[in-house]
C-alpha cells in the first residue's frame, strides 16, 4: 500500500468518525504536510482523488523518434569526426541525447 493510500484510509476514518487521530498526527504517521491532508480530504469529498498519476505509462513528448536515431548513428557512422564535433554539426538535440543514442548503438 502506498503512502497515499494510507492517507486517504486514515482520512475515511476520521471523516466518518472511526477515528480522532489529528491532521497533525495523520502527517506525522504518513509522512505529508498538514496542508496536503486538507487538500486530500476536499478531494475526497468532491469524489475527484485519483490515487494514480495522470501522466504514468504514457511516453513523454519529447524522447527521440527512431527514424531519428537510425538517421544520427547513419550519419555518425559516415562521418569521421569526434563526438563533440558531430554533436555541433547536429545541433537539433543535445550533446547527451546524441552521446545516450550512439552508446546505445555500440558505437562509443
Known amino acids: 500500500m502506498t503512502k497515499k493510500q494510507d492517507a486517504v484510509d486514515l482520512m ?47 511516453k513523454p513528448i519529447n524522447t527521440i523518434s527512431e527514424e531519428e536515431k537510425e538517421y544520427i548513428i547513419n550519419l555518425y557512422k559516415r562521418s569521421n569526426t569526434t563526438i563533440r564535433k558531430f554533436c555541433k554539426f547536429y545541433a537539433k538535440r543535445s550533446y547527451s541525447c546524441i552521446w545516450h543514442v550512439l552508446k546505445d548503438a555500440g558505437l562509443i
Open 12 to 58: 475515511k476514518k476520521v471523516m466518518t468518525g472511526e477515528s480522532y487521530l489529528t491532521y497533525k498526527e495523520i502527517a506525522h504517521i504518513t509522512g505529508y504536510h498538514e496542508k496536503y491532508l486538507l487538500k486530500l480530504k476536499k478531494e475526497l469529498e468532491n469524489g475527484t482523488l485519483s490515487l494514480t498519476h495522470g501522466n504514468k505509462n504514457r
